[in-house]
């Protein structure tokens, strides 16, 4: 069965209710270990950056980047039970938690990095994936870097019973908006903790130093 989660709420309702029944570290998505995102951050960023985790789950991204000196983290989920499992694990008062749908963030903040693994591809209207580079443009400050990454084309057409957009290269470039470049994309196979695959792209973003 599809779920249609077209509208905040929805979506709120939606992954509450998947983190409440399920053990996060059984999903397909979760990784033990995040590396080709740490990679990617580690590429572009020194450790008093200011990244922000969007859509961050109960990850262990977080865990990995407290471990390797980074402190400014804030992490946003519509899940607040997914918040609390994260803040039950790492009990750290200087983590920022934000319980937001994505597209209706606002801050004052600027970040050096935006980390978002398997959100984007839920954006199913072109709409809506309008407002996510409205915000996550805002978001961050100018030469700011966003890594991004969804399920490939010829990868899976579902992920936690709704359906998603695949991307490649191509795809991407034709979502973003003339202030923000695509550096570079890199394919990359997730087994997932039932061992199967699924084929992810990762994208990395560069916001311009242009006024929209
Ligand atoms: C497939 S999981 C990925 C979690 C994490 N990024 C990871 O790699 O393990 C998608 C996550 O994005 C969150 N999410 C989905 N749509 C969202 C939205 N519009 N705004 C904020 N969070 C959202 C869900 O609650 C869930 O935690």
New binding site residues.
């Given amino acids: 069965m599809i779920i249609e ?1 077209n509208s ?1 709420h929805l ?2 309702e ?3 209710s ?2 409440q029944s399920t053990d ?1 570290t059984q ?5 033990s270990s ?1 590396q080709k ?1 740490i990679d990617a951050i580690k590429k572009y960023l020194k450790d008093d950056a200011n990244i922000i ?9 977080v865990d990995n980047l407290l471990h390797d000196g980074y402190k400014n983290i804030t992490l ?4 607040k039970t ?1 918040l609390d499992i994260v803040k039950q694990r790492l009990q750290d008062d200087a983590l920022e938690y934000v319980c ?6 606002k801050t004052l903040k600027k970040f050096d990095i935006w ?5 984007f591809h ?2 199913l209207t072109k709409k ?1 994936r309008q407002k ?1 580079f409205e915000v996550l443009s805002k978001s961050l400050k100018k030469g700011a870097k966003a890594i991004i ?1 969804t399920f490939r084309v010829d990868g899976p057409i579902q ?2 019973g709704l359906n998603i957009v695949q991307y490649n290269h191509e795809k991407m470039l034709q979502e973003l908006p003339q202030n923000l470049e695509l550096i570079q994309s890199e394919k990359y196979t997730h087994i997932t903790p039932k061992k199967s695959e699924q084929e992810y792209i990762y994208f990395v973003i560069t916001k311009k130093d242009i006024h929209m």
């Fill in positions: 989660t905040s979506r709120k939606h992954w509450d998947i983190f996060y999903v397909l998505w979760h990784q995040p995102s985790d969007v859509g961050c789950g109960a990850s262990f991204l946003l989920d519509t899940s997914s937001d749908d994505i597209l209706n963030f980390h978002d693994r398997a959100v839920f954006l809506e996510y990454s992920c936690a």
